[in-house]
């Protein structure tokens, strides 16, 4: 039982990451990201790792959406943003996503009905930060670095398109409007 669950949840993180590479819209792809994250979770709750399932969704689930909203803030796109956000999340967008939790919760569900059946390996907190700041320090400071990155690019990215004729700090001495480049 806990195999096929473990299957289902697999195909679910796999089936989930190819489409947050494969989405044209940020917001999509975060939708699935997030569902990708929870069935990570849960194959980590299967695998007899609950510790490091709340883990994976208190750190990874929670702290990618603080993230994204703390990049929509950054770039501060302003009021037209909202029309361009309720076309990139119409109500077609959530039935596939709601319907892949769904199923997770399920499994989750039959997991700790049959939990008597897995061998959960506890791990306490101080042996985790023990391990990663250890053997793991520098996958940890690579990972770090890699986000701060994403991080730096995605603001040059679109800083161009943030200066706008109606904000004074996007005119030259004169009053003049800067141009906004158009690739």
């Known amino acids: 039982m806990i195999t096929t669950l473990f299957y289902i949840a697999s195909a679910i993180a796999l089936f989930c990451t190819v489409m947050v590479v494969t989405r044209h819209h940020a917001v999509h792809a975060l939708l699935y990201l997030i569902v990708a ?8 709750f299967l695998l007899g790792a609950p510790f490091a399932a709340a883990l994976e969704i208190l750190v990874y689930a929670g702290a990618i959406m603080v993230m994204f909203i703390f990049v929509i803030m950054m770039l501060n796109l302003g009021r037209d943003t909202i029309e361009r956000e309720q076309q990139w999340l119409p ?7 709601t319907l892949l939790c769904a199923t997770l919760l399920v499994l989750l569900l039959f997991a700790l009905d049959s939990a008597g059946n897995l061998e959960a390996h506890w791990v306490s907190p101080k042996t985790l930060g023990i391990t990663l700041f250890g053997p793991y ?10 986000l701060l990155a994403g991080l730096i690019g995605a603001y040059h990215l679109a800083r161009p398109y943030l200066r706008r004729p109606d904000r004074e700090a996007d005119q030259d001495p004169q009053g003049q409007p800067l141009e906004v480049p158009h690739d």
């Open 37 to 44: 994250q929870l069935a990570v979770a849960l194959i980590f």
């Open 91 to 97: 109500a077609s967008a959530w039935p596939l996503p």
């Open 137 to 146: 320090l520098l996958a940890v400071e690579l990972a770090s670095m890699l």
